[in-house]
């Protein structure tokens, strides 16, 4: 029995680029084509780990309104977590009874050159550090998965600088590469047909090395001390009206705790009360 846990992001999907690939307004036949390719993406990995050897999939939907993908348009055999809000968000509903974690459609931490969309969970979040190290959504996403529930991050795709990015944290992890970026919203795709066979290809292969999945979990110490920067200090404001965080200067807050998942909580609950400051802009 090897169940597995699908965390689908958008902004790393080939041919994406655009913020108009991302959200349904104001293009929505843009976005309706950015899921599409999306769905394409997943189901490649989805087929060829049926295939070989996966007896349980869960796609979490995790980006933006997470109700990108549904239900009719995903393999049948697979369960899919679609919406929001949920705890953990872009790792919602992992537990210590997966197997391992594969990562589709991923992108770059905020202020990375050549990175495609790149930012980090929220547009105010300039940068997020845990223990004195900036992580991305990648690195945030599997030091949980290892941290709290020893899942392994065991495959990642997305853009060529998120695939750099993941490998400072785990050197030897499969990847599927899907374009170069050249700007922020500009890049390179790699042609669908080898980005599709790549993806059945590692797969394969990552299906058929499962006794090796345990070289990729993470290792970090706690506690954990988190720094949350944001991009302004009205961000930075509004966030420090959650009790608990410490101020370090004009846009950075610190939280530190035991437990990773309850940073990983912080972090979530920061820049999910910035909704509120909309009014504001
Ligand atoms: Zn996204």
């Known amino acids: 029995m090897t169940k597995l846990y699908i965390s689908a ?6 041919g994406v680029v655009s ?30 780990a049926l295939d070989h050897g996966a007896s349980e999939i869960v ?3 995790s980006h933006c309104t997470m109700t990108n993908l549904t239900v009719e348009r995903v ?8 919406g929001k809000p949920k705890r953990c968000a872009m790792s919602a509903g992992l537990d210590a009874g997966f197997d391992g974690a594969i990562y589709i459609g991923y992108h770059a931490k905020a202020g990375t050159h050549q990175g495609v969309l790149s930012h980090t969970f929220h547009s105010k979040l300039f940068d997020v550090s845990v223990n004195g190290v900036s992580y991305g959504e990648g690195g945030i996403n599997a030091l949980y998965a290892s941290l709290e529930f020893g899942v ?16 400072q944290l785990s050197p030897d992890l499969p990847t599927v590469e899907t374009k170069v970026g050249l700007t922020q919203t500009s890049a390179l795709n790699h042609p669908l047909e080898n980005v599709l066979e790549d993806y059945a290809a590692k797969t394969r292969q990552v299906l058929e090395r499962q006794a090796q ?34 101020r370090l200067d004009g846009r950075t807050l610190q939280f530190k705790a ?14 999910s009360i910035l909704a509120y400051t909309h009014y504001l802009e």
């Open 19 to 48: 913020p108009h690939h991302c959200a349904t307004t104001p293009d929505r036949e843009a976005y309706d084509w950015a899921v599409s390719q999306l769905e394409m993406e997943v189901a490649a990995v989805v087929e060829t």
């Open 152 to 167: 392994p991050l065991i495959l990642a795709s997305g853009d060529r600088a998120f695939i750099e990015e993941i490998h």
């Open 75 to 82: 393999d049948p055999r697979v369960s899919l977590l679609s």
């Open 9 to 14: 992001d958008l902004e790393g999907a080939c």
């Open 258 to 271: 035991d437990r990773f998942q309850t940073i990983y909580q912080m972090l979530q609950t920061s820049y």
């Open 213 to 246: 999945w345990s070289e990729h979990l993470l290792n970090l110490n706690g506690p954990y001390d988190l720094k949350v920067t944001f991009i302004d200090t009205l961000a930075a404001d509004a966030a420090n009206t959650i009790p608990g965080l410490t």
């Open 59 to 61: 796609i979490n939907d």
